[in-house]
């Protein structure tokens, strides 16, 4: 896994993108040299797209739905039976606060649950709930960062960035594992 903090992407990198239809709706799967920066629900191809330029707007994006197709099939497996688990190379952008999220948030075990303030309190940030709650929001690769599998202090279900009945359903399939 490798980490850094270029959030748009270099002016002349390359990014190969697939995307397929899923159980949950659409999914994009895009990796660079280094690894997958990002794993997108949603109810449509065309808005997934459109997000996937947004985020990266210097790179040279390539839709390779034949030979990329593996690593979407991968994604795939793992949201219909989470107990296989989900090994690819990741490269996590993100500020330092965001990553020392994230990387709480991978820790979560299949089928577990953590309150945003349990994460704040594991980073040593105990009243920073709500930049916990951003990161979330942040997080640009589902399901491979599990932010789905945080709640509210209650328990409830609280925002996703791919929407809450995908997270519901997520932690259904998890709970079943």
């Not at 895009?30 to 191809?45: F, M, R, S, Y």
């Not at 989900?86 to 649950?113: E, S």
């Not at 929001?137 to 960062?145: G, P, T, W, Y």
């Not at 409830?156 to 791919?162: D, I, M, N, P």
Request: aromatic share 6%; glycine share 6%.
């Amino acid at each position: 896994m490798t980490q850094s903090d270029n959030r748009t992407g270099d002016p002349n990198s390359q990014i190969c993108f697939a995307l397929k239809e899923c159980s949950l709706g659409s999914i994009l799967v895009a990796a660079n040299k280094i690894g997958v920066c990002t794993i997108a629900l949603g109810n449509d191809a065309y808005t997934l797209t459109h997000d996937l330029q947004d985020h990266f707007p210097h790179a040279e994006l390539v839709n390779d739905n034949n030979e990329f197709g593996q690593r979407v099939a991968k994604v795939i497996d793992f949201i219909e039976a989470p107990v296989i688990g989900l090994a690819l190379p990741l490269d996590i952008r993100g500020t330092a606060f965001q990553q020392k999220v994230w990387q709480t948030l991978q820790k979560i075990p299949i089928g577990k649950q953590m309150s945003y303030t349990e994460i704040a309190q594991c980073i040593g940030k105990p009243k920073a709930m709500r930049a916990v709650a951003n990161a979330c929001a942040a997080n640009i690769l589902a399901v491979a960062i599990p932010c789905h599998r945080v709640v509210r202090s209650d328990g409830s279900l609280s925002g996703y960035r791919w929407g809450v009945e995908r997270k519901a359903e997520l932690l259904r399939r998890e709970s079943s594992s």
